[in-house]
């Protein structure tokens, strides 16, 4: 499987550790009271730690897929995964700064 692919998983992931910080965010955006947001994701915070644990397991297997022995990446690839990367640990880092460790 390709290393996208993973990045993309570890992505997704991030978005979950961040769903609960970003969340009352975006539906002040879209218009919702934050009383609504706190109400519709408070079932997704027992799981932070699932999505944490996911987000780095993708990771890794994104880097493997990529950097594997005696495999040469590509630099599409290559951006592809440090960018997830990037975005995946800043999604992460402002969970965590936000609720604390």
Do not use: K
Request: net charge positive.
């Amino acid at each position: 499987m390709s290393g996208r692919w993973w990045s993309a998983g570890s992505v997704l992931a991030a978005l979950g550790v961040a769903v609960c910080c970003l969340g009352p965010l975006l539906f002040a955006a879209l218009g919702l009271s934050t009383l609504t947001s706190l109400w519709l994701l408070r079932h997704l915070v027992p799981y932070r730690n699932v999505f944490l644990a996911l987000t780095f397991f993708f990771l890794g297997l994104a880097f493997y897929a990529t950097y594997r022995r005696g495999r040469r990446a590509r630099w599409p690839e290559q951006a592809v995964l440090w960018g997830a990367t990037a975005l995946a640990l800043g999604l992460v880092g402002y969970s965590l700064a936000v609720e604390g460790f």
